[in-house]
């Protein structure tokens, strides 16, 4: 996996969308950012959004906004991408009602690149704050403002859509239209993806199903089933 582990601290959404209307818009830049912090939202921008995103990205209200940078950030093949999965997954089993801990959570960081051999990798405890701008900024917001991590009981349905469709493609690319048995694997990952509580799941689960007309949701006592006929597109979520 090459590139950087690193996730810029000074890297947030705000900015981001700040630098996406400077580009679409022509925009001036704020005189209180600095250029270092500019070229540093630049660097994570680069890696997760395309040219072709933009204009759709500065349609989206500040929720959805958010949202999406939390998508593209997790379900990044880029290292950054490993680096802000396994901050997340850090959180989700050992830190819920807990304090954040950065020096704890970049050493479990960096153990586990050496367990995945991928040895020692650009990782800091302002990369953890770098990937908590992103999670931080998820409404309502999973950490508060004693820096404690808790899981939320709810998440916006297109939040839900995208960690379904992030399964889909980690199963079969781009291949839609099965049915896929929710797991326990997968559920907790939807959970993980959504830092919602499991309990939560099956409501938020029926919302996706009535609100989403490609999207069929199956609730038995035997399990739990969603299939995609497609895709999302942006005229989806807007």
């Known amino acids: ?5 690193h996730i810029q601290e000074s890297a947030k959404p705000k900015i981001i969308r700040i630098i996406l209307e400077n580009i679409k818009y022509g925009c001036d830049l704020p005189d209180d950012i600095k250029a270092s912090t500019i070229r540093a939202n630049n660097i994570i921008k680069n890696k997760i959004i395309s ?18 940078l939390h998508y593209k950030m997790y379900s990044s093949e880029e290292p950054i991408g490993w680096s802000y999965r396994n901050v997340i ?3 989700y089993n050992e830190y819920i009602e807990r304090k954040v801990n950065y020096q704890d959570i970049e050493q ?3 153990e586990r690149a050496y367990e995945e051999g991928l040895g020692s990798i650009s990782f800091s405890q302002k990369s953890v704050i770098g990937a908590l701008n992103f999670i ?3 409404y ?3 950490i508060n403002e004693n820096n404690v991590f808790n899981l939320r009981d709810y998440c916006q349905s297109h939040l839900l859509l995208w960690g379904i469709d992030y399964l889909y493609k980690k199963q079969w690319g781009e291949e839609y239209g099965s049915l896929m048995l ?3 694997n997968k559920i907790e990952e939807l959970c993980k993806f959504c830092l919602i509580e499991e309990n939560a799941i099956d409501n938020l689960l029926k919302d996706l199903d009535f609100i989403y007309d490609f999207v069929e949701i199956s609730i038995k006592m035997f399990g739990k089933y969603v299939r995609l006929k497609r895709t999302w597109t942006f005229e989806d979520v807007l």
């Open 51 to 68: 040219d072709s995103e933009v204009e759709f990205l500065l349609e989206m209200d500040e929720i959805t906004f958010n949202n999406y």
């Open 136 to 138: 931080k900024s998820l």
């Open 89 to 91: 997954d850090i959180l």
């Open 182 to 184: 929710l797991d326990e």
């Open 140 to 142: 309502p917001s999973p």
């Open 1 to 5: 996996m090459k590139g950087s582990f």
């Open 108 to 110: 479990k960081v960096k």
